[in-house]
């Protein structure tokens, strides 16, 4: 298995930092954050120029061909910078399921979400359900969609929803437009800032729908779009690992206690010495999942869920010394570490948590 990044990638990654780290400082985020929009449409329009929203897309539909190495060196630096806009729920979920079809309706909404002109989220969970996504109630029956979506990302300012419903026959890919009648959304905030909604449909037509995928075909494209966002968001929380290890290093060289900085104490340099192993561990799966989800390893599934288990245990050993070694400081929103600490609870609980993914480890 070849480690090594290629020159592109390494550029693509020279280029994602110098973005974020100018242009999506703290306060910046912070100011993004307590918008109304919860996210920049100036900085999505930037994203659309940087030709970033067509990473993910193949070449015919107007993309770059990106795969998921270089999703992850996306999604790395944006986790180090705590990075709000609604990539996941646009380019890699809604783009995922996008790509699997071939349709005229599709590579036209595709064009329209590389150039920032709409957003798509994708509506595959529901309240009861659990983790367990294929298991569905909301459904369409004489031609009339009922039932409620949760937890579904950007809900508020998506413009179409693919929404995976049951209908007489198995389970299907519906394109269904936001403002269609009989469709309520209620819209909050997760515990990191993200913006996400309930759907409730109650008599929703299906006239207007378009039919993306059934059968075999969704419930296949459902799974590889999970697997694929699940490695971003890993990948998302190695990056926030990363600088809450590194701002936690310069914080205890500069706190001074006893006269002295209190990174002399030993046991704090002890304390750190396992953020930093939790957080190489954890980049190590990221690596061999990454290479075997662009390989298509049949092996990719479990190693998948083996990444999302460590990074829910690491990630909260990273972020809860990160906290506790700033002090009361660690807790303050004015600095930027316990945000950190609140995108890795978000994290864990996403397309499953530690403890569902170490029995699905265990079942494949």
């Not at 798509?120 to 996504?133: H, M, T």
């Not at 075999?216 to 966002?229: C, G, N, P, W, Y």
Request: a negative charge.
């Amino acid at each position: 298995m070849d480690l090594e990044f290629s020159d592109e990638q390494n550029m693509l990654r020279d280029a994602v930092s110098k973005f974020c780290e100018t242009e999506y400082t703290f306060d910046k985020r912070e100011k993004i954050v307590e918008s109304n929009l919860g996210h920049s449409p100036d900085l999505w329009k930037q994203f659309a120029e940087l030709g970033w929203l067509g990473m993910p897309f193949s070449e015919k539909n107007g993309g770059y061909d990106a795969g998921p190495i270089e999703l992850s060196i996306i999604f790395e630096e944006f986790g180090k910078h705590l990075i709000v806009e609604p990539y996941l729920s646009n380019i890699v979920m809604s783009g995922s399921l996008l790509e699997a079809t071939d349709t005229d309706v599709s590579r036209e909404l595709i064009n329209n979400i590389i150039s920032g002109n709409k957003q798509v989220s994708v509506a595959f969970s529901e309240p009861n359900n659990g983790y367990k996504f294929h298991e569905i109630s909301c459904s369409v029956a004489d031609n009339k969609i009922n039932g409620t979506k949760s937890i579904v990302l950007n809900a508020e300012f998506a413009d179409k929803f693919i929404v995976y419903l049951k209908n007489e026959n198995n389970n299907g890919l519906y394109l269904v437009d936001a403002d269609t009648p009989g469709l309520s959304i209620n819209s909050f905030s997760t515990i990191d800032g993200s913006n996400c909604g309930d759907l409730h449909f109650e008599d929703v037509s299906t006239e207007n729908t378009v039919v993306l995928l059934s059968g075999d075909d969704a419930t296949q494209a459902i799974d590889k779009m999970l697997d694929l966002s699940i490695l971003c968001i890993c990948a998302e929380a190695i990056g926030g690992m990363f600088t809450s290890y590194t701002k936690t290093v310069q914080y205890t060289k500069e706190r001074e206690q006893f006269g002295q900085p209190i990174s002399n104490f030993q046991v704090l340099q002890h304390r750190m010495v396992e953020m930093f192993m939790e957080t190489e561990i954890a980049k190590s799966l990221l690596m061999k999942a990454m290479m075997q989800l662009d390989a298509n390893d049949k092996e990719s599934s479990k190693t998948i869920s083996a990444l999302k288990a460590q990074v829910g245990k690491a990630s909260r050993i990273v972020g809860q010394e990160a906290v506790q070694l700033h002090g009361g400081m660690g807790v303050s929103n004015e600095m930027s570490i316990g945000h950190y600490l609140k995108k890795f609870t978000a994290i864990d609980s996403m397309f499953g948590n530690r403890i569902f993914h170490l029995k699905r480890f265990t079942s494949l």
